[in-house]
């Protein structure tokens, strides 16, 4: 079994930061990211970070947001800054443990085999 816990949602202004926070246990895994949903857009997949530390980044968030892992405690980070209204949205952390090698794959295509509750960020005036 494998629990993803998410953490640090909320509303901000414009060109604010945020961090988020998903604690992992129960299972290793190799692939570990971050989903988005914003209401009536479709599922965009943000960052993957794989277990060798190799990241892949959307074009929408690339240089502004930060993905890292405390290893000890298991947990990733999702920095957030430059936030932006188009950046509202439901976070969701999700780990993929079945892929070996490369997280490509799993950040293209969203193929993750757990996920996390979700987290709401909403950035306006």
């Known amino acids: 079994r494998l629990d993803l816990v998410e953490s640090g949602g909320g509303s901000v202004q414009p060109g604010g930061s945020l961090r988020l926070s998903c604690a992992i246990s129960?299972?290793?895994?190799?692939?570990v990211g971050w989903v988005r949903q914003a209401p009536g857009k479709e599922r965009e997949g943000i960052v993957t970070m794989s277990a060798g530390s190799s990241k892949y980044f959307s074009d929408s968030v690339r240089g502004r947001f930060t993905i890292s892992r405390d290893t000890m405690k298991n947990t990733y980070y999702l920095q957030m800054n430059g936030l932006k209204p188009e950046d509202t949205a439901t976070y969701y952390c999700?780990?993929?443990?079945?892929?070996?090698?490369?997280?490509?794959?799993?950040?293209?295509?969203?193929?993750?085999?757990?996920w996390g509750q979700g987290t709401q960020v909403t950035v306006g005036s």
């Open positions: 999700a780990a993929d443990v079945q892929s070996t090698g490369s997280c490509y794959n799993t950040f293209l295509r969203q193929q993750y085999t757990h």
């Open positions: 129960g299972h290793s895994t190799n692939c």
